[in-house]
């Protein structure tokens, strides 16, 4: 029986400079997407590329001094290897400048010509060269009177996308009758409620064609750097609609021999974009498609946009981050594995450097990590290599892990394919959390000799639940995860790995053969990485935990004695822990914020703090923090602050929310 296809594409990214952060999210969620529907045994492809015609191009490479292709050429290897880099296995990186996709998008052309929907006339209006979009229709000539004081070209409407400064253009045009599609959009939309996820973007596109559809002009006289248009190369194919057909040419479309082809991956399954460009891709793009009898794609991805230190990556502003870079100091998979955690797909989000290692030690290093680095020395301690199920051996947690297994897989997918990664990472992490927790119960170290069964047992428990993780996080952190496969004694392959049922993974009947890795997820990495030597954190590693011990991490500051504390000193600080339930600005201040903070048995309380510069209020609802909750009330701004929440400055000088693991309730004090 042939396998179920899954077809997925990137945007094509204009190739005025290298890839920066944005355009490897979106390249990396489509990643993600292939590798778990490889996972589901899908036969995948997946389509990238760069977007090498227009003006912007051409300008661009006026600007740098040299011929448009030789200019595109410079940066196109930059793509590559930063995907690769990142581990992004693409299918075909489509190029605009190649021949086949020329052919393909004046075949598309042809067609629409053929078909009656083209006519010429005259584009007098505003232009947007940055993002190659007509603004705005005049009706009057703009080179008249009115529309120019002088030789000054009178002052047009900003970009709607970017904000920047339009400029007139005024030229013989061919034109697509895009105002025939309304209807058949609106109807589209309302019978395929799920053509754009997620579903709260579909609003604005369906206000923006019900406010209605004025014709394309797909076609530009002054464009030298384009696709020649079909029977008249006096004009260039306006460069989004060349640019959209490359979903389609990319898999054979306008390529005879290719019909095959085209008919196995077309429509697509999932077409990832940024909301920038949601106009072009849920009303152009379907319009276009509808007027050549091809099917629609069944599924727009569009994501929010990353925003660092909660402004717009711009050079001017100097923020923008450099992928390369970030891979050089912090790896691959640890950046795969923070964009896709961090950045709620269906919102904006802050990049910072903080939250970036925050997560590499806390998520990676501490909870994942260290359960592999424990286990496998633990085993290796007492002489174990092969961990075999043990028949008729049950414990509670056993049974407890294993159902949270059930419940986990569930939810993962569920949320996976909702496309809904960083809550299905989130739900990964609890499980994380109920392993270490079902392993250091029983306190393995201390019943290794006295019960070697149970021993075993939970040996078993943690590599199963282990495998399953490493399974399923394989799509975000494919090379790490199957370097802790290897751990187990599996050598990862698609074809043996792949799903038939995600239940299966919760059939706990396996064998493991052990091995020692080196450390997955390097805490050192982070002091090289800042020059500054960071947490560190006692590892864990084959040395049992003494009753008593904290498993908290243990700061390595050199104190002076002068400076030691006694115990009874630390003992007055009650530190607990707590969970933002609202948080709002002090009105008068412009650096408190008033936060009710959920203490569970202890109750609320409402607690202010100076971090106005570095939090709008609405990112701290929900956050779990540690709140010391013996310190004498203190007025602020005429209001009463019941506690102080702790903070750490991060290298810029922001103040960062000091996280506490779900996996202790709230109110609980730090001992
Ligand atoms: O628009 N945050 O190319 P482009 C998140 N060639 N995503 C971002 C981002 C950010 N700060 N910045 C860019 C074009 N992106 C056209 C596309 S498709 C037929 C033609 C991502 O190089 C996001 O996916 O400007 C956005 O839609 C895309 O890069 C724009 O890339």
């Not at 944005?22 to 589901?40: C, E, F, I, V």
């Not at 450097?353 to 359960?371: F, P, Q, Y």
């Not at 809550?423 to 306190?443: G, M, Q, R």
Request: proline share 5%; charged share 25%.
């Amino acid at each position: 029986m042939a396998k179920n296809k899954f077809y997925v594409t990137t945007p094509i990214y204009y190739v005025t400079a290298k890839p920066h952060l944005g355009s490897l999210y979106s390249t990396l969620l489509a990643d993600a997407l292939a590798r778990w529907n490889k996972l589901q045994g899908k036969d995948v492809f997946f389509l990238t590329g760069t977007d090498e015609h227009g003006q912007k191009i051409a300008q661009a490479a006026e600007k740098a001094g040299k011929l448009p292709k030789d200019f595109i050429d410079s940066f196109v290897p930059d793509f590559k290897n930063a995907w690769q880099l990142y581990d992004i296995k693409y299918d075909k990186f489509m190029r605009t400048t190649d021949q086949y996709h020329i052919k393909g998008a004046q075949h598309l052309v042809t067609v629409l010509i053929d078909k009656g929907y083209i006519y010429k006339s005259v584009y007098k209006g505003w232009y947007c060269t940055p993002c190659e979009t007509f603004v705005a229709e005049i009706t009057e000539d703009p080179t008249s009177p009115e529309a120019t004081k002088g030789t000054e070209v009178v002052q047009g409407p900003s970009c709607p996308t970017c904000g920047r400064d339009t400029h007139i253009i005024s030229e013989e045009s061919y034109f697509f009758k895009l105002s025939a599609f309304t209807d058949k959009l609106l109807a589209f939309y309302q019978n395929n409620p799920d053509f754009i996820a997620p579903k709260e973007r579909t609003h604005e596109v369906t206000s923006f064609v019900e406010s209605g559809l004025k014709d394309l002009s797909i076609s530009r006289t002054t464009v030298r750097w384009g696709v020649p248009f079909p029977q008249d190369p006096l004009h260039t194919i306006y460069v989004w609609v060349e640019a959209l057909s490359n979903y389609i040419t990319g898999v054979g479309y306008g390529q005879p021999g290719c019909e095959n082809e085209l008919r196995k991956w077309w429509p697509a399954d999932v077409q990832v974009l940024g909301k920038d460009i949601i106009r072009f891709h849920a009303v152009y793009w379907p319009a276009l498609l509808m007027a050549a009898d091809l099917p629609l794609p069944k599924r727009l991805l569009v994501h929010g946009w990353i925003k660092v230190d909660k402004q717009k990556m711009s050079k001017s502003l100097g923020n923008v981050i450099d992928p390369i870079e970030l891979q050089k100091k912090y790896g691959t998979d640890p950046i795969r594995y923070y964009l896709l955690r961090q950045i709620p797909i269906n919102q904006d989000g802050d990049f910072s450097i903080a939250d970036v290692e925050n997560r590499i030690e806390s998520d990676l290093a501490n909870d994942l990590g260290n359960l592999l680095n424990r286990m496998v020395a633990l085993a290796e301690k007492h002489g174990v290599m092969h961990v075999v199920p043990q028949e008729g051996m049950t414990r509670v947690s056993s049974l407890c892990l294993n159902a949270d297994a059930f419940v986990l897989v569930e939810e993962f997918a569920g949320h996976m394919n909702n496309y809904m990664f960083h809550h299905a990472l989130a739900t990964l992490w609890k499980f994380i959390h109920a392993t270490n927790t079902s392993f250091h119960e029983v306190e393995p170290w201390k019943i290794a000799k006295t019960d070697p069964q149970m021993f075993m047992t939970v040996l078993s428990d943690t590599c199963h639940s282990l495998y399953m993780i490493a399974i399923l996080l394989w799509p975000v952190m494919p090379h790490k995860m199957e370097e802790l496969l290897i751990s187990l004694g599996i050598r990862f392959k698609l074809e043996e790995h792949a799903f038939k049922n995600i239940d299966d993974l919760c059939k706990w009947n396996k064998t493991f053969t052990l091995k020692k890795i080196p450390t997955l997820f390097e805490k050192q990495a982070l002091a090289k990485a800042t020059g500054e030597v960071r947490h560190s954190f006692s590892d864990g590693g084959p040395e049992p935990i003494e009753e008593g011990q904290s498993m908290l991490p243990q700061e390595e500051v050199k104190v002076s004695q002068d400076n030691y504390i006694t115990i009874d000193d630390v003992m007055k600080v009650e530190l607990h822990t707590g969970t933002i339930e609202a948080c709002e600005a002090v009105e008068g201040s412009d650096k408190l914020l008033k936060m009710t903070v959920d203490l569970g048995s202890m109750g609320k309380r409402t607690i202010l703090a100076g971090i106005r510069k570095s939090y709008e209020p609405a990112e701290l609802i929900g956050k779990r923090g540690l709140f010391i909750t013996n310190l004498k009330p203190r007025k602020m701004a005429g209001m009463e602050s019941q506690g102080m929440m702790l903070v750490a400055e991060d290298e810029n000088g922001n103040s960062r929310v000091v996280q506490f693991p779900e996996l202790v309730k709230n109110g609980v004090r730090l001992k």
